[in-house]
C-alpha cells in the first residue's frame, strides 16, 4: 500500500498547527508530505520545506503555483491539507477541490456561512473528498462516548454540558507580538466569530458528535472581555437540541489559568458520559444511583470504534497527536473506499459556521433558532 | 460558657436535615439541644425527641405550644433552628423572632419574594438575631477563597462558572414513596421554585458570596424534564454581575449519576480559584501562564478565616457537618455579640428569592434583572 | 438512653488529640464527657475544662484524683478516654479498669510489648471494656472494603501495599518548641519506636483490619533520618502475611509535603481494592482486565456495616471526627452489650506492639516472624 | 537535513513493541524504517515489510542476512532498532555494532549481567552508538523532575518510591496463548528476571535518572505468584543510593487490574517531587509545610530539556510515543555528534542487569551489594 501523497498549505516558521498536520497525517504511513506553500514567503516557504526535508523545488510561495506545478508531475500530489487562518480556507479548498485534489481542512470551515454554503455546494458539484479537522472527534473515547449513546446505554438525553476553557487571551497578547493571537482576533482573518469560532465550534461539534443529535436553537451570550477587541474573547451559550435534550456551551479564552480543557458531559435518562481532555484516555459512566465506572482506552471494555483509534494497550498514554493522526486515517482510507462516517466533512462544517453566526446575529436577544 | 439553649422545629422520624442541625450546632459544644416541635404528630414528636435525648415534656406537637411552655421556664429555648419544609419557614421564624428568639433557618428562607420581604421586615422590626443556612459558606475553602478575591489576588472578575448536580430526582421517585422528594416537587409545600429554590439558591448565594458581588440581571432556562412535575427540576442561568463580570449557573436535579456535586470556578484578570465539593479541603489557584497551586485546608497557606473554620490540620478530611456547624458557631457568636461578618442572613434570604422568582417568571424570555 | 459518662485523660492547653476525642465521643449524642483529668498542672487542668464547659470540681490534677473523687459519686464517669503521650497509656488503662471502667485509649496501647501483654493480662482478668482508636477502621468505606475482601470479591488476597506518609517532622521541629513532636522523638515518652510507633502502627493494623489475615513475619528498613533523633522518623517494612500473601509498608514521617496521606491497596486474584485518605468517601474497586469502579460512601452501593458508619447520603463528605466517632458509637454500643466485632481492643494492641518491636529490634536483619 | 535509515529487529505479526518503535522513530522525521529482519519466517518478515511499506527484498529472513544485503548497497542501512525477546538482545547489537551502525535496542539490554558486561565492552572496542529504550525517561516531565532535583529545588534526597504495577499477569495467560506473555516467563528467552527484568528494570532506571544517584544496595522480595512459574511475576525491593537515601521498588505483573500504572515520589530535605505515568503531562512538587504545585508540559515553568521533549503547548497531551520518540530523536541526534547527555545507553544497561541479578541471587537473603 502506498501512501498518500500531500502537500501542506501553510505551517510555515512559527506556525502552530501546521506541523500537527504533517506530524498526524504520516503518524501511520498512510500519507506522505512531499510538497508545501508553506507560506506566501518564498523564501520562508523554502525554509519551511528544508526543516520537513522537502525538496526546495516542491516548497511553492503560493497555492497556485503548486497546483499549477504539481498537476505536472507524475508524483504530484493527491491532496492538500490546510493550515491556514480562517478566512483562506475556503479559496484555498475550493481551488484543490476544483483541481480534483482531496481536502483536509482545519476547522472552522470558512469564515462566514455564506462561505460554508458556497463551499459545500463545490464539493457536491466536485465529487471530491472533503475532511474537517475537529481534532476531538478523534479522540478514542469520545467514539467510544457516541457507540455507547447511540446504543442507548444512558437512555434518551436530556442535559448536556461542554466547555471548552482556555486562558492564553486573558491579556492582550496580540498588541505584545503574540502572533497566533494576532489574526485571531483579526475579524479581516478570523471571520465573525472570535473565540466562538476559534474553540466555540470544537464545543459545537463535539456535543453533536457524541450526542447524535442536531441543536435547533441556542441562547447565547458572547463577549469582548479585553479592552479593545472587535470578536468575542469568551462566549456562553443555552442550547437545545432538536431531540428536546436542553444544554450549555462555555467557551472562553479569556479563563485565566486554563491550558486547553474541553470537558463534555451527557446525561440521559438512565445514565451518564462524562469525558475530560486533561484525562483523554478515560470515560466515567454512571448508571442511577450507583458507582462510576471509569472505562480505558485500549482496554477489554470498549468498542470497535474505540479500538481502532487506539495504538497501545490500556494504560500506555495517547494524545492529541493521535487523534488527530486518526482523522487523517479516517481520510485517506475514505480515499481508498473504506469509511468510519466518523470524519467531519462538509455538513459539520456548514453546521459549525451556522452555529458562529446565528451566535453572533443573536447575541444577547435570546432564543434563536439556528441558522441553516 | 454555658451552651446557647435551642429547640428544632422539624426534624421528626424520616428527616434528613433536621439531624445534621442538631449534630451541627453542638458540635462545638457552643450550642445545646434541649427541646423541639419534631413533628405535628405528638405521639411521633416525643419519639424524635426520645432518639435524641430530649425528656418528652420538651417534645412538643406544635411550635405555639412550645414556644408558650417553654418561655414560662427559667431554662427555656433561647433560639429555635428550623428544618422543616420551605412553606413553613416564615411563619416559624416570625412567630420565634417575635417571641424574642433567636432563628436559624434552612434554605430557602421563605417560599416566595413577598414572604422575604415581610420576613427582612419582621427581623428589622425586632431586631433579632437571625442566620440562613447556605452550608456551603460554612466551609473553610470557601471562605479562603472569598477572602483571597476579596483582597485581589487574582485581580478584577471576568467569569463565575458555579454548578450544583444532583441526580436523585432522574425518575418519578416522589410517586414512589420518597417523602424528600414528594414535598420538594410540590408547589404548596416548596414555593414557586423547584430545584432552583432547593439548589439552585446555594448556587446563587455561593457565586456571590465568593465572588463578593451582587448578581444584577439573568437569563433562565428552567425546565420540568420529569414528565407531570409541576415546578423546575433542571435550571441553566446566565448571570451578569453589577461589577460587569459574566457568570453561568447550572443547577440540576435529574442529571442522573450526580451526588452531590456542587463546584465553583471564577475566572479574574491574573488568576482563577476553583473549588469542587467532592474535594472540599482544597482550593485550586492558577495564575497566568503559571501552574496550579492546590492549596489545603489546615495549612499554613490559608488565612484567618479559614483556619478558624478548621479544626484538625491539613490532611485530616472535615467535611458537611464541620461546615454545617461553622454557620452555628458564628451564630452563637453572634448571640455573644461576636461577628464574622461571614454567615447568610435576612439580606441572602432576600436575594436569594428574587433569584428564585426572578428566574422563573422570566424563563425563556431572555435577559431580565434581578427583581429586588 | 441516657448518654454514657466520661472523662477524658489528656487534652489540656495545645493538646491535639484530646479535642478529637471528646468531639468524637459525643457527635451522635451516645457519650458525654463529664470529667476529665486534662493536665498534670492543677489550674491548667481546670482552664481545659473550662472550655468544655466541665465544672471546676471535676476537672482533676491526677488520674488517681479524678478515680476516688468519682467513684463517690451517683453520677460518677463510667469510662475513661486516654489521650496522653504513649509512656502513660499502660498505667492509665489499668487504673481504669481495675477501677471497673471502661477505656478507650489511644494508640500505641502501650509503650512496650511487654506492656501489651500486661495489658491484655489485666483486661482478661478485670472483664473491662476496652476499645483502641485505631481511627482509620472507623471509616465506612475501609469498612465497605473489609467487607468486601471478606466476601472473596477480589478472590484469595496476593499483594497488600499501605502507606502512611507525613512530613511534619522533616525538620528537628522538636529543637523549635513543637511540643507534638518533641514526646514523639523522646524515648521516654513515645516507647521503643518513633514513626513506626506513632503512625506505622495505624497502617499495620489497618492492612491487618482489611485484609483479615495476620501479618507473620516482616523485614524492617527503619531510619532516624534527621540528624540527632533517637528514634526512627522513617520506616519501609516488607510483609508476609499467614495467609501467603506479600506485603509492603511505608510509613515516613520525614516525607516532606506530605500532609497525613494514608493509602491502601489490595491485590487479590480476581480483582483489586484501593482507598486513599485523601478521597476518603471513595473505594477504587477493579476486576481483571476491567474498568475501575469507585463507589461512594452512602450510596446504594455499599453493605450494612459502611451504611451503619454513614451520616449522611453520598456526596455530602464525612471525614476524621466521624470515623473517630464510628469507633466511640461503637464503644458505647458495645457497653449496651451490642457489638460491630469491628471495634480494635486488646489484641489489636498487642498484635501492634508486636510489630514495633520485632521491627525496631530486626532493623535491618532481614526477615522475622513477628514476636508475639 | 536526511533522515537516518534504520532496519528494525523483530516487530512481526503479532508483536507489540516493534511497531512502537515504528512509529516512534519516525514522528520526528529524522529517522526513516527502510529495511527489517521482522521474522525468522520469510514470508511473515515480508508480510510485516508490507505492511511497514518495505520493500521484499529488503524484509529479511534473518539479521545475517541483513547486515550482509545491506552492507552492499550504497543506501545501506545506518543502524538497527532491536525489538526482540530479550535473550537475542545481546548477539543481535552486537552483529551490528561489529558491522559498524548504530543501535537502539529494546531493554532489558542483555538476558544476563555477564552479556551486559560483554556488551560493554563491544560498545566500547567498536566506539558504535548505542542507546537504550528505557522508555520513561524520555517524557518531559520526568526530565523535568531530573533537571529541578539536579538543581537543588527539594534538596538533598532522603527517600524514593517508586512502583511499576500491571496486573496483565494476574493469570497464567501464557497457557492459553499469549504469545507476549509465553516468552516473558520462559527463562530461555527472558532471562534469569521475570517481572524484575521486563518492568522492575523500568523503575530501578527511572530512580537512577531522576534522584541523579546509583542505588548501592537492596533488600529483594520476588516471588513466582501464579503457580508453576519460574521467574518472579512480583517483586517488592528495598533499596539504598550510593549517598545515603533510602527508597523502596515494588514491581508487579501479578496486580490484578493494574494497566501500567508506573508511578515515581523523591523526597528531600526541603521537597517533594511526584509523577505517575496515569497523568504524564504533570509534575506535583510540594515544599515544607506548603501547598502543591502542579507543574505542565509545555507551560512556562519548564526547564529546556522539558521544553526540547514536548512538541505541543501546555494542555495538549502528549504520551507515550511522543516519549519513545524522544530517545530516538536523542540518538539520532547524537549520530550527528549533537547529545543531550539523557540517552541511556550502555552504562545504564550494565547497572540494570546488575539489578537483575543481585536481586535474583539475594531474593529472600535481606541487604545486598549491587554487584556491578
Not at 516542491?58 to 493550515?83: C, F, H, N, S, W
Request: with cysteine; proline share 3%; net charge negative.
Amino acid at each position: 500500500m502506498k501512501p498518500v501523497r500531500f502537500a501542506l498549505v501553510g505551517g510555515g516558521p512559527g506556525a502552530f498547527i501546521g506541523p500537527v498536520h504533517r506530524l498526524a497525517a504520516e503518524l501511520d504511513r498512510e500519507l506522505s508530505l512531499v510538497a508545501g506553500a508553506f507560506s506566501s514567503d518564498a523564501s520562508r516557504s523554502r525554509e519551511a520545506g528544508e526543516r520537513f526535508g522537502i525538496a526546495s523545488d516542491r516548497a511553492y510561495p503560493t497555492m497556485e503555483a503548486m497546483l499549477k506545478a504539481e498537476a505536472m508531475r507524475p508524483d504530484g500530489i493527491e491532496m492538500v491539507a490546510i493550515a491556514t487562518p480562517n478566512h483562506l480556507h475556503f479559496a484555498q479548498a475550493r481551488a484543490a477541490l476544483e483541481a480534483g485534489l482531496g481536502v483536509m481542512s482545519d476547522k472552522p470551515a470558512t469564515a462566514t456561512l455564506a462561505e460554508a454554503r458556497a463551499l459545500a455546494e463545490v464539493i457536491e458539484r466536485t465529487g471530491g473528498h472533503y475532511g474537517l479537522t475537529f481534532t476531538y472527534t478523534g479522540y478514542p473515547m469520545i467514539r467510544e462516548a457516541r457507540a455507547r449513546i447511540a446504543a442507548g446505554e444512558i437512555g434518551r438525553v436530556r442535559k448536556v454540558m461542554v466547555e471548552y476553557l482556555q486562558g492564553w487571551l486573558a491579556q492582550p497578547v496580540e498588541a505584545a507580538g503574540n502572533k497566533q493571537a494576532a489574526w485571531r482576533v483579526d475579524p479581516a482573518k478570523a471571520g465573525v466569530g472570535g473565540c466562538i469560532g476559534d474553540i466555540g465550534v470544537h464545543a459545537f461539534n463535539l456535543a453533536e458528535f457524541v450526542v447524535g443529535d442536531t441543536i435547533a436553537a441556542i441562547n447565547a451570550d458572547l463577549a469582548a472581555v479585553v479592552a479593545d477587541r472587535q470578536l468575542d474573547d469568551d462566549a456562553t451559550v443555552l442550547l437545545r437540541f432538536a431531540g428536546g435534550a436542553r444544554g450549555l456551551l462555555a467557551a472562553s479564552q479569556i479563563a485565566t489559568g486554563e491550558r486547553n480543557n474541553l470537558r463534555l458531559r451527557v446525561y440521559g435518562e438512565k445514565g451518564s458520559i462524562a469525558w475530560s481532555h486533561e484525562a483523554c484516555d478515560r470515560l466515567v459512566i454512571t448508571g442511577a444511583d450507583s458507582c462510576d465506572w471509569t472505562i480505558w482506552a485500549g482496554s477489554a471494555d470498549v468498542g470497535e470504534h474505540c479500538r481502532m483509534a487506539s495504538r497501545l494497550p490500556a494504560g500506555h498514554p495517547e494524545g492529541y497527536f493521535e487523534a488527530f493522526a486518526n482523522l487523517y486515517r479516517d481520510f485517506a482510507r475514505s480515499l481508498r473506499g473504506e469509511t468510519t462516517g466518523l470524519l467531519p466533512g462538509s455538513a459539520e462544517g456548514l453546521r459549525s459556521m451556522a452555529f458562529v453566526e446565528t451566535a453572533v446575529a443573536g447575541n444577547g436577544a435570546g432564543w434563536k433558532e439556528l441558522l441553516s
